[in-house]
């Protein structure tokens, strides 16, 4: 089944500087990379995604890029605020039989004022 | 309602002792995943109910993991005979249709074994 890898595990950022944390996955057949956003304890919520038909997509202070040949897609966050300090989990749309969505490990993200 | 409901939110059990964990999905979607979270780690994959398509059960950590979707809506997910490392903040999400939409997730049921 697919298989999403996700590095740093931890990452510490001063304030203004850029953030970005890489997945890998290994299932060829998967269309379709969401990044979730999970602030300390609540809920995992969606932060942006991108399918298998675009290279790259932004949303203001952030953009997921995605290399289909490699098999990796990466989160970039510019000019860094208190308030991304959180954990960011990456994931990958299994496209078999029926589509499931599996997770990467996190990445716990300190922004430093 | 307006998002995925889990309860309870908090569960404290004893040590061999079973427990039911519910989740009512968002109202129309067909998709719906258990995930497990321990303290400070990733979100574990459980099972993922589609629609009337046999439950990817691929996920659950031992045959004392079980869990059911009635009428395709409200899930449970059953843990019987629980264990110490069965510790941990149980999710459920929901997401529109088959699994490559957003998942919306619940607030999760922190279980406790004692």
């Known amino acids: 089944g697919e298989n999403v890898e996700q590095h740093p595990s931890t990452l510490s950022v001063q304030e203004g500087d850029s953030a970005v944390i890489k997945c890998t996955y290994s299932?060829?057949?998967?269309?379709?990379f969401p990044w979730y956003k999970q602030e300390l304890g609540k809920r995992p919520q969606l932060i942006i995604d991108?399918?298998?038909?675009?290279g790259e997509k932004k949303d203001q202070r952030i953009a997921v890029t995605l290399n289909k040949t490699a098999k990796h897609f990466s989160l970039h966050i510019t000019e860094t605020q208190p308030e991304d300090s959180a954990v960011y989990f990456c994931?990958?749309?299994?496209?078999?039989?029926?589509?499931?969505?599996?997770f990467g490990a996190g990445t716990r993200l300190f922004v430093k004022a | 309602g307006a998002g995925v409901s889990q309860s309870p939110s908090n569960k404290v059990t004893e040590k061999g002792k079973d427990v039911e964990l519910r989740c009512d999905p968002i109202?129309?979607?067909?998709?719906l995943y258990w995930y497990r979270q321990s303290l400070g780690q990733g979100l574990e994959f459980l099972i993922y109910?589609?629609?009337?398509?046999?439950?990817?059960k691929s996920g659950l950590p031992s045959d004392r993991f079980s869990a059911e979707r009635t009428g395709g809506s409200v899930s449970t997910l059953t843990i019987q005979r629980t264990q110490q490392e069965d510790s941990a903040v149980y999710l459920c999400?929901?997401?529109?249709?088959?699994?490559?939409?957003?998942?919306?997730f619940g607030q999760g049921t922190r279980l406790t074994v004692v």
């Open positions: 999400a929901s997401s529109l249709a088959q699994g490559n939409t957003e998942a919306f």
């Open positions: 109202s129309g979607h067909t998709a």
């Open positions: 299932d060829s057949a998967s269309n379709y």
């Open positions: 109910f589609q629609g009337n398509s046999a439950p990817d």
């Open positions: 991108i399918r298998s038909n675009v």
């Open positions: 994931a990958a749309s299994e496209a078999r039989r029926v589509f499931k969505t599996i």
